[in-house]
Nanobody
Framework: QMQLVESGGDLVQAGGSLRLSCAAS????????MGWYRQAPGKQRDLVAT???????NYADSVKGRFTISRDNAKKMVYLQMNSLKPEDTAVYYC???????????WGQGTQVTVSS
């Protein structure tokens, strides 16, 4: 079992930056691939970025070069640094943990990011 709590969402102007954090509690954090997903109103939840315990990353094309995912295995934390924000980045951002050795996965409750033009 793993619990995830996101923080850092806010209202920001276009071109600005935000840093999201996800605090994990539970066992075997390093056994999980961690990810950030987002869901805009009326749209499906989409992948933003993922990171393995070894630091390998994957990004959606729409955020490449602007967002950076990172993790601290000792602190059980995952971060999403978002730069050059655009109004289309407005969404609820969710943290997700995928167990590498099973089909189990966990979601956080989400944090709202709003980018004004």
């Amino acid at each position: 079992q793993m619990q995830l709590v996101e923080s850092g969402g806010d209202l920001v102007q276009a071109g600005g930056s935000l840093r999201l954090s996800c605090a994990a509690s539970g066992r075997a954090f390093s056994n999980h691939v961690m990810g950030w997903y987002r869901q805009a109103p009326g749209k499906q939840r989409d992948l933003v970025a993922t990171i393995t315990s070894g630091g390998s990353t994957n990004y959606a094309d729409s955020v490449k070069g602007r967002f950076t995912i990172s993790r601290d295995n000792a602190k059980k934390m995952v971060y999403l640094q978002m730069n050059s924000l655009k109004p289309e980045d407005t969404a609820v951002y969710y943290c997700r943990a995928d167990n590498r050795y099973s089909t189990l996965f966990y979601w956080g409750q989400g944090t709202q990011v709003t980018v004004s033009s």
